[in-house]
Each structure stands twice: as structure tokens, then as C-alpha cells.
């Protein structure tokens, strides 16, 4: 089956410092998502990216969708106290109703 | 995480009782998945259903669960004679008709087993 690998798995950083985050994955997907998943709370869809080489940001956060098509950066800008949470990544092989695989998240820490 | 609704939020069951989550998708939506979370790690898929229909069930264990999404109502997740193995956060998450890949989730269900 699809694996995929998501790193780091932890970070602390100090507020204000730049954050990246990675997935790989062992085979071709054609969509990426990430999610970002607040404690005793579900997955909040943050960024989706359809397209290989495609850049999307939302806010403080970009994503860009490998041109492999293998793997998927998240960057976050300027981190602040509420970015605490952690942070998962999505790929599917195909459009459509295809079932997504989740990385292993990674939890990220921002000390003010 | 706004539209879909699961209930309970906690659920706590003694060995060899049963579980049901119960997942209402969001207005509108006519698919819904259901993912298993143990502590720091990933969602797990377990199911995925359009109403009165199981589409993929490849990651549900085949004994003592089930999972059904009538034509009125809930998708209800039932678990039979649970174990202390089936703790974890159950979560439900749904999408509207032909764009599966984004998935609304809910809140989760947290079960414990004693």
C-alpha cells in the first residue's frame, strides 16, 4: 500500500521563527492536502493542492505541491502562540472519492 | 470542523459492551468516512460510505465492527464486544457529491475502554 512519510515528527520554536514541514511519499499522488488538528478537536483542512509545481498560501501558510509528485512542503511564516497543534498531511492517487493517506503528523510547539 | 456533527464527544464502555458513534455529515453532503486515531499517530481509514451504501470498507477489521449510513439519519459506527484495543479517537468526516478528497471532519469521538 501508499506510505507516507511526514517530518519532522516534533518541533519547538520560538514565536516569530519560520516553520517547514515535509511529506514523501512512495508513490505518485495527484492531490495533497494539509490539515491541521487542534487538541480533543478533528483535522481542519488548511491548504489543498491539485497540480505538481503548484504554490498555494493561505494566510502565513504555503504549500507547494512537489513537481515528483511525491512529496509536499508546508511553510508557515511568522509563527505565533495559536499555530500549537498538529499538523497532517494528505495524498490521494486520484481525484474523485479516492481515500486520502495521513502522514504521521507533526506537532509543532511555539514558545512566546 | 463546522456542520459535522459526532456524538458523542467521549464514550467510556466496559469490556465486552458495545459502541455506537453516531457522525451527521454536513448539509449537503452525501459521503462520509470514518478514520480511527491512537495517540500521536496518524488517521487511520476505516470506512467509507454514501447513504445506504458501504463504497470501501478495506480498513475495518472485519470482526466486531460495523458501519452503516441509512437513508435518514446518522452514519452510526458500532463496535461490539469491545476491547481495550479499540480505545482511540474516532473520528467521521464527510464530502460533498464528486469532491471526495476534501473531507470536512468532526470533533471525534474519544472512546475508552475499561
Known amino acids: 500500500g501508499q506510505q507516507l512519510n511526514q517530518s519532522p515528527q516534533s518541533m519547538f520554536i520560538q514565536e516569530g521563527e519560520d516553520v517547514s514541514m515535509n511529506c514523501t511519499s512512495s508513490?505518485?499522488?495527484?492531490?495533497w492536502l494539509w490539515y491541521k488538528q487542534d487538541p480533543g478537536e478533528g483535522p481542519v483542512l488548511l491548504i489543498a493542492?491539485?497540480?505538481?509545481?503548484e504554490l498555494t498560501s493561505n494566510g502565513r501558510l504555503t504549500a507547494q505541491f512537489g513537481i515528483t509528485r511525491k512529496d509536499s512542503f508546508l511553510n508557515i511564516s511568522a509563527s505565533i502562540p495559536s499555530d500549537v497543534g498538529i499538523y497532517f498531511c494528505?495524498?490521494?492517487?486520484?481525484?474523485?472519492?479516492?481515500?486520502?493517506?495521513f502522514g504521521r503528523g507533526t506537532s509543532l510547539i511555539v514558545h512566546p | 470542523n463546522a456542520g459535522v456533527m459526532q456524538n458523542p464527544r467521549h464514550l467510556v464502555r466496559r469490556r465486552g459492551q458495545e459502541a455506537r458513534l453516531r457522525c451527521s455529515p454536513m448539509?449537503?453532503?452525501?459521503?462520509v468516512y470514518w478514520y480511527r486515531q491512537l495517540p500521536e499517530e496518524g488517521l487511520k481509514f476505516m470506512v467509507y460510505?454514501?447513504?445506504?451504501?458501504?463504497?470501501?470498507e478495506s480498513g475495518m477489521p472485519k470482526e466486531r465492527f460495523s458501519a452503516e449510513f441509512p437513508k435518514e439519519g446518522p452514519s452510526i459506527l458500532r463496535i461490539q464486544q469491545v476491547v481495550r484495543g479499540d480505545s482511540a479517537a474516532y473520528f467521521c468526516?464527510?464530502?460533498?457529491?464528486?469532491?471526495?478528497?476534501?473531507?470536512?471532519f468532526g470533533a471525534g469521538t474519544r472512546l475508552s475502554v475499561l
Open positions: 468526516a464527510s464530502s460533498p457529491l464528486g469532491t471526495g478528497d476534501i473531507q470536512y
Open positions: 508513490s505518485i499522488f495527484n492531490t
Open positions: 493542492l491539485y497540480k505538481a509545481g
Open positions: 494528505a495524498g490521494s492517487a486520484s481525484g474523485g472519492s479516492y481515500i486520502p493517506t
Open positions: 448539509k449537503g453532503h452525501s459521503h
Open positions: 460510505l454514501q447513504k445506504e451504501n458501504i463504497i470501501d
